[in-house]
């Protein structure tokens, strides 16, 4: 009767040592990965819309910033309407799907907007997107 | 002399996934993505030739001038009145069905908030008016 044989125990655990190294590994990863935003722009507070999108390709995107003041800022620079339509028109050089993205105060007055689209036809720049908050029912 | 005990000199490896873990979740929770959220326009392209324009009817032009917050002027043939935002959305909409040729005008005063304006701009994207034009107001149509 004593003819079987014992069965071999198998360690049934596993192995936790590397989860240390797998969760650091993602959190570089995570790091890395991560894209900050590149400009501090201007203090605003957005204007609220229904009807609020999302633009799929952030990296088209040339932001504008306008304050309640009504100063213009393009990548972190105070510029005039001139000028921004300088810039916009160089960026269109590399990038042909340039969007541009008017990030204005709710309380800017209209005639500065109203200089920066009119610049922005200049510069050739027909894809504007008024950036807003999702208002909410 | 005394024997000195001898002390294991080990840092404990277990808890150490779950402080990776912690920080992982901290930060996918604290990063804050850049929005990129608005109300699309296609500007229309500069003309340099005065000959190219179009004239328009007068029944299919509409226009909202806009005067400040809630304060917007409906002008289309002869009717001209005040409207409130809120009613903005159906009147269009209702007039569209009517006119599908219809051209609906955003006129802001130079003065007029931004916000006014994408109030208005709001109500005709939420009204489905395809053609929308948006220019400043002119001193000599106040």
């Known amino acids: 009767m004593g003819s079987f044989k014992r069965r071999t125990k198998v360690d049934t655990s596993i192995p936790s040592c590397s989860l240390a190294d797998m969760a650091f590994l993602l959190l570089i990863f995570f790091m890395v990965t991560t894209a900050f935003k590149t400009e501090e722009g201007l203090k605003i507070v957005l204007p609220q819309a229904e009807m609020t999108k999302k633009i799929q390709k952030k990296q088209d995107i040339q932001h504008v910033w306008v304050n309640r003041a009504g100063a213009i800022s393009v990548n972190d620079l105070p510029v005039s309407p001139y000028q921004m339509a300088q810039i916009l028109n160089k960026r269109l050089q590399t990038t042909p799907a340039m969007v541009v993205g008017l990030r204005a105060d709710s309380n800017a007055p209209y005639n500065v907007v109203n200089e920066i689209l009119e610049n922005c036809r200049i510069a050739g720049a027909y894809r504007v997107q008024f950036a807003t908050q999702k208002r909410k029912q | ?142």
Do not use: W
């Open chain 2, 1 to 142: 002399m005394k024997r000195r005990t001898r002390v294991a000199a080990e840092i404990p490896t277990a808890s150490m996934a779950d402080i990776a873990f912690l920080l992982l979740v901290f930060f996918l929770v604290t990063t804050n993505f850049m929005e990129e959220k608005g109300l699309g326009l296609i500007l229309p392209e500069p003309t340099t030739d005065p000959s190219v324009s179009v004239r328009i009817p007068k029944k299919n032009m509409m226009y909202f001038i806009v005067y400040a917050k809630n304060r917007v002027v409906m002008k289309h043939q002869d009717e001209e009145r005040q409207m409130p935002v809120s009613e903005i959305r159906g009147f269009v909409r209702s007039s569209l069905e009517l006119n599908e040729n219809l051209i609906v005008s955003l006129k802001p005063a130079p003065d007029a908030p931004y916000e006014a304006m994408i109030d208005v701009l709001d109500e005709l994207r939420a009204a489905d008016a395809k053609r929308i034009s948006l220019s400043q107001l002119k001193p000599t149509e106040g």
